[in-house]
């Protein structure tokens, strides 16, 4: 039978549609096998482990924190740890099982906390609604004792109504071997803040660098964390364990601290209140950095919350976190007298100044008024005596106030506060350290801001002795005579040597020596400078304590600084800043600065400390000395009346 016209186009057009939706099935159903080889075969390990993130008994494993060690670490295995890995046992509720409910939270938590004769008040922030519901949202792990005792674990397994909703978990904990004498190094670790955790830079179980070394290499000693899942039955305990992605631990770090000094340093500040830096002066290691009053950091890292609370109010109240080297200023006092004579020296155009010159040194310098009805201003040697005829070298021998009135009057204020600057004593060290602060070199324009008055010359005449406006922390002082030792040189200070692989100890990152400022300075300048600090220690200021049997030969300055300070035993800071042996290498020096705040004076508070350090960096018998002769100590120094003028 023959078809029809309309027929025949029908059937092509159903033909057509056919093939069409044929194709179109073959297509969809090759992009779904296609698709699912990719997720399965392809994809298929990455895909597993996305969904099992999704198992509601999953949990982060934290990475074991990078160890810290000292400036004679080897391996691993062959060297001690100066801040080291622990473990201690949480308990954690499973919030799953109360159905992640935060009414049944709550009542579960008064149950335990009754259960346990723990006060209610210890949950109080947990307990609060928005914050319990955030940590419900998010599955942060409900932590509800930290630290516990093998007793405590004990008698949390014997109750029933509570061991089916909790579990014990094995949790990170941090051990510093020096405890507070190396506190203001090491810093301590704790639980992140609220604002650490918004800010995305840190998870809430996680531990987070507290001041130190643990707050200023925080990212490289944390570490990458692993992910498991658990699968447990309906009493809560696991019968499954799975590790997705295996936590991978911190760097460890290498210091430049040498145990022995530090330990030196801090027991040397027994009983006072300072600071002690010990510095390579060719390299800028720091080879100790004590401060006291100091805080255990073991306590602040411990898991005891109200033991931490108590120390942590004990040592705020003590300022015991202020790190002295770095963190606090004071007027130089003497020691500042050196860089009067070598601005004196290095501008001698100004004044034709030679250091061989001598001035004569009554008991008393005085600054004639220019003022009408305004008496003369008189400022006296710190022990009011006649010391005759002085050179440079000589002046600093003695500590010679009325030397340093003259010379600094001579010079005037601006190349002796220019100098200041030069040498850094008003800015930061960029020590790798937190928190540092920087010193303060004032100016006429300051003053004239400030006070509403012009720079005077009783004022040129304070700052000349390291008194008046001029204020400097420790480490700033320590690096100027960094530079006279080291010819100009000014390097760099830092603490951190190495980063280490934890897992096969290669080398990731060395710190090379670093040189801040390199200024140019006469040979004749250094020689001056250097014969009047030898002469302080060989039969100067400080000779009573450090010309002594068993020590190398210490030069150095020492310094007594008065303060506003009425009605005390003391009312003067003390100085001592040195370096030894003297005719060594000067890789093979150690530059030691000690501050000793309300210590009565430089020769009877700071240079007993400094002698402690320098005998623990050089044991009798590693240093080349020749004899030199005992003498009787000078009369301690004494700070200056100042007088404004």
Avoid at 376 to 392: A, E, R, S
Avoid at 506 to 522: N, R
Avoid at 566 to 591: C, D, M
Wanted: charged share 20%; proline share 6%; with cysteine.
């Amino acid at each position: 039978m023959s078809q029809s016209a309309t027929e025949f186009k029908l059937e092509a057009s159903f033909r057509r549609r056919l093939y069409f939706f044929s194709a179109m099935i073959v297509f969809t159903l090759s992009a779904y096998i296609f698709q699912l080889f990719n997720l399965q075969i392809i994809q298929g390990d990455e895909n597993t482990s996305k969904a099992e993130r999704f198992v509601k008994r999953s949990e982060f494993v934290p990475a074991e924190r990078g160890k810290i060690y000292d400036r004679h670490f080897s391996t691993p295995e062959n060297s001690t740890p100066l801040v080291a890995n622990a473990s201690s046992l949480d308990v954690i509720l499973n919030t799953s099982l109360l159905k992640n409910d935060p009414k049944l939270v709550r009542e579960f938590i008064y149950k335990f906390s009754e259960a346990l004769s723990i006060p209610l008040a210890y949950y109080e922030k947990e307990l609060q609604e928005a914050r319990l519901i955030k940590k419900l949202r998010t599955r942060e792990p409900f932590v509800l004792l930290e630290g516990i005792s093998r007793q405590q674990q004990e008698r949390i397994l014997v109750l029933d109504n509570i061991n089916r909703f909790v579990y014990v978990m094995s949790s990170p904990a941090r051990s510093y071997q020096m405890g507070a004498a190396l506190a203001h190094v090491t810093g301590y670790v704790g639980k992140p803040s609220q604002t650490d955790i918004e800010e995305n830079r840190i998870k809430s179980y996680q531990l987070i660098g507290k001041g130190g070394i643990e707050s200023q290499y925080d990212s490289i000693l944390r570490g990458l964390d692993g992910f498991r899942i658990q699968k447990r039955n309906n009493e809560g305990s696991i019968e499954e364990e799975r590790m997705i992605e295996p936590a991978i631990p911190g760097s460890n770090l290498v210091l430049t601290i040498d145990r022995d000094v530090q330990i030196a340093a801090y027991r040397a500040l027994n009983g006072v209140k300072g600071t002690v830096i010990a510095l390579k002066p060719g390299t800028g290691e720091v080879l100790a950095m004590a401060s006291n009053p100091s805080y255990d950091p073991n306590i602040l890292s411990g898991k005891n919350k109200q033991e931490r609370a108590a120390h942590f109010a004990r040592v705020s109240n003590n300022k015991g976190f202020l790190n002295m080297a770095i963190q606090s200023k004071f007027p130089p006092a003497s020691t500042f007298k050196v860089l009067v004579g070598l601005a004196a020296m290095e501008s001698e155009h100004k004044i034709n100044f030679d250091p061989k010159q001598t001035f004569h040194c009554p008991a008393s310098f005085t600054l004639k008024s220019t003022f009408k009805g305004v008496p003369d201003q008189v400022f006296y040697n710190w022990d009011k005596k006649n010391h005759g005829d002085l050179n440079l070298a000589q002046a600093i021998e003695k500590s010679n106030s009325v030397y340093f009135y003259q010379l600094g009057y001579k010079l005037g204020a601006e190349p002796v506060l220019s100098y200041s600057k030069l040498f850094g004593l008003h800015q930061k060290s960029g020590i790798d350290l937190p928190g540092e602060i920087s010193g303060f070199v004032p100016s006429s324009d300051w003053k004239q801001r400030t006070f509403g008055n012009k720079w005077f010359d009783g004022d040129t005449v304070n700052l000349s002795i390291g008194q008046g406006f001029i204020s400097v922390t420790p480490i700033e002082m320590a690096l100027f005579y960094m530079a006279i030792i080291n010819d100009g040189k000014i390097y760099k200070p830092y603490l951190v040597s190495e980063v280490r692989n934890s897992l096969d100890n290669s080398v990731i990152q060395k710190t090379e020596p670093s040189i801040l400022k390199d200024i140019p300075l006469k040979k004749s300048t250094i020689e001056a400078l250097k014969e009047g600090l030898y002469l302080v220690g060989y039969t100067g200021t400080a000779s009573g304590v450090l010309n002594v049997p068993g020590m190398p030969e210490v030069a150095g300055k020492t310094g007594t600084a008065q303060t506003k300070r009425r009605g005390a035993s003391s009312t003067n800071h003390a100085w001592f800043i040195g370096y030894a042996p003297f005719n060594a290498p000067v890789e093979k020096q150690v530059l030691v600065a000690v501050f000793v705040e309300y210590g009565v004076g430089g020769a009877a508070s700071a240079a007993p400390v400094a002698r402690e350090v320098f005998r623990a960096a050089f044991p009798p018998g590693t240093f080349p000395k020749p004899e030199r002769q005992k003498v009787k100590p000078m009369e301690e120094e004494a700070p200056v009346e100042e007088e404004a003028f």
